[in-house]
């Protein structure tokens, strides 16, 4: 294990001394928390950000923006430096709703439990997607309401652990949102409420594209062990990400699953590879995914995801029916029924805060534990799908028993892929072995 800084020694002393009295407190529950804040709706809700990078210190400026009662106390993330910097960009960002202090910043692979224990209300679970299920979990058994970026989990294994945190969430009655944020988008809410009022007739089928550019890419520094430089650039590890189909085209399935009313495909199948991000720096990851779902009913689904420099690039979704034709994300529907939304657009990062925290404030939690879960696996699912170059059924997917998790975490440990001797990581290959290692 790394040497603690003094930073790390001071938030490790505090929590020591704190945690023992807040105990009792996370052990009532989201009900105890109802009737101590919010009753003449002027108190504090305290929420805690868990993975302080680009995203998660956007989000926790998208959480302050929900109300001037909300505070940012605690912090926490593996590294410090990122830490560091996300606590200067807040509170130039929220001076006023910004109250973290020295003792309630967390840092390293246990800083998640240490915020846990801290004091908060309302938690923002943004960190390495590894990770994900096991901070959902403990977050509900602490009592804390939570909004979870995606993915839900990159591994079925890891999926049913959040799909039985969800499950718990809405026993406890706390609210859950979900980071699938273009559910929180009014146009694309109202374009697709008139798609499910039939204005384009029965879907026929559904194009999803997402083609982009590489992910920024972090290069190794001096001394780092291959744990530490693997955890600081984790978006290219499929063991730490799940690939572009989790990062990326899960926002573009989520969507074409909300067309089809949330029910799973009976198969899928897929193709992939690495072409042109094959430098060290690029981790082990597919470039190019193309994934088909078939569903009961006759529709065929087709995900593409590709992330290479110089290439055409568009994010959209396109629903095909019997009477015409939808642009998702154009808000706009053509065919016997022509329409467009022509509302100003609204930032769906600020929506999905806002209603999250409505929800709490009013008692009546939101819960989005069905969709988020069943994105996932179809996120998971595509991956297996272009990994291995199966046809795989439903069924099949869900049985998968291949874990990315690992015994242990500490900066001694080895990761579980690692660079050949040019310094590249391999690659998965479409085969049998490769299908073989999901099935195990």
């Keep these: 294990m790394r040497p603690l800084s003094d930073h790390q020694r001071t938030t490790r002393r505090s929590f020591l001394r ?8 996370a052990a009532l529950g989201p009900f105890a928390l109802q009737s101590r804040v919010y009753a003449a ?4 809700i305290r929420i805690g950000l868990i993975g302080c990078g680009g995203r998660g210190t956007e989000a926790a400026v998208n959480a302050m923006n929900a ?24 509170a130039k960002a929220k001076p006023d709703q910004f109250a973290v202090k020295d003792d309630h910043c967390f840092v390293g692979f246990d800083a998640y439990e240490m915020l846990l224990a801290s004091g908060v209300d309302v938690v923002l679970i943004a960190p390495t997607s590894h990770f994900i299920p096991t901070i959902l979990k403990a977050a509900v058994d602490a009592g804390k309401h939570v909004f979870c970026e995606k993915p839900h989990g990159i591994d079925i294994p890891g999926l049913k652990i959040s799909m039985a945190a969800c499950e718990t969430a809405k026993q406890k009655g706390l609210a859950l949102v979900s980071g699938l944020c273009w559910r929180y988008d009014p146009g694309v809410r109202e374009t697709m409420k008139r798609v499910h009022d039939g204005a384009i007739g029965d879907i026929v089928t559904i194009q999803e594209n997402y083609l982009s550019s590489p992910y920024v890419v972090r290069e190794r520094r001096p001394g780092q062990s291959e744990m530490e430089y693997q955890m600081w650039n984790w978006y290219h590890f499929n063991w730490l990400s799940g690939d572009q189909t989790a990062q990326q085209l899960i926002h573009s399935i989520d969507k074409s699953s909300w067309a089809l009313g949330d029910k799973p495909p009976r198969q899928v199948y897929g193709l992939g590879g690495r072409q042109t991000m094959i430098e060290p720096q690029s981790g082990d990851q ?10 009961d009913n006759g529709v065929r689904v087709f995900g593409l995801t590709r992330d290479q420099a110089d290439c055409y690039r568009e994010t959209n979704d396109y629903i095909f029916g019997t009477k015409g034709r939808c642009n998702l994300l154009g808000y706009r529907i053509e065919g016997e029924t022509n329409w467009h939304y022509d509302k100003p657009r609204q930032n769906m990062y600020d929506v999905e805060h806002a209603e999250l925290f ?7 939690p939101i819960h989005n534990g069905s969709y988020m879960c069943l994105s996932s696996a179809l996120a998971i699912a595509a991956q297996i799908a272009c990994y291995t170059g ?4 439903w069924e099949e997917v869900m049985s998968s028993k291949r874990s990315f998790a690992l015994p242990r975490y500490g900066w001694d440990i080895e990761p579980p892929v690692k660079p050949g001797p040019e310094g590249r990581y391999p690659t998965a290959l479409q085969d049998k072995t490769e299908l073989d290692k999901w099935r195990i």
Excluded: C, N, P, Q
């Excluded at 709706?41 to 504090?44: E, K, L």
């Excluded at 597919?286 to 569903?295: G, I, K, R, S, T």
């Excluded at 199966?390 to 059924?393: E, Q």
């Design 41 to 44: 709706g002027s108190d504090v």
């Design 286 to 295: 597919f470039d190019h995914h193309a994934v088909v779902f078939e569903y």
């Design 358 to 364: 409505a929800s709490i404030r009013a008692g009546k």
């Design 67 to 90: 109300g001037k009662d909300i505070r940012l106390v605690a912090m926490a993330d593996l590294f410090e430096e990122r830490l560091k910097a996300s606590r200067e960009r807040l």
């Design 18 to 25: 704190t945690s023992a009295a807040l105990g009792s407190t």
């Design 390 to 393: 199966a046809s795989l059924k």
